[in-house]
């Protein structure tokens, strides 16, 4: 069983910055696809970027493309997302997802999830 544990997450003002980390508890991550998404009060868990297990391709949602960027180090068995120039709209909890499938945008190809991180964004 591979457990995700995200980290990073607090508050911080509209423009600034967060790196937010997902760490695994086995290592799986250099054969598996990670995700991100997130989830505001209210609303349907969003997808926000994936990577494929060799680093070699990404997706971006349309909504942070240009200011979220996903990578990974198989090494340490961990996955980020940097977020920058952050918005109110972006706080939500952020998840880390992993999965068999190619980075995609579709939670049911995902087979491991964290519990999440919060992520608050002041005006």
């Known amino acids: 069983q591979v457990q995700l544990v995200e980290s990073g997450g607090g508050l911080v003002q509209a423009g600034g910055s967060l790196r937010l980390s997902c760490a695994a508890s086995?290592?799986?991550?250099?054969?598996?696809?990670m995700g991100w998404f997130r989830r505001t009060p209210g609303k349907e868990r969003e997808f926000v970027a994936a990577?494929?297990?060799?680093?070699?391709?990404?997706v971006t949602a349309d909504s942070v493309k240009g200011r979220f960027t996903i990578s990974r180090d198989n090494a340490n068995d961990t996955v980020y997302l940097q977020m920058n120039n952050l918005k109110p709209e972006d706080t939500a909890v952020y998840y880390c997802?992993?999965?068999?499938?190619?980075?995609?945008?579709?939670?049911?190809?995902?087979?491991?999830w964290g519990r999440g991180t919060q992520v608050t964004v002041s005006p």
């Open positions: 997802a992993g999965g068999w499938a190619r980075p995609s945008a579709h939670e049911f190809l995902y087979t491991w």
């Open positions: 086995a290592r799986t991550l250099n054969t598996t696809s």
């Open positions: 990577i494929a297990w060799s680093g070699s391709s990404a």
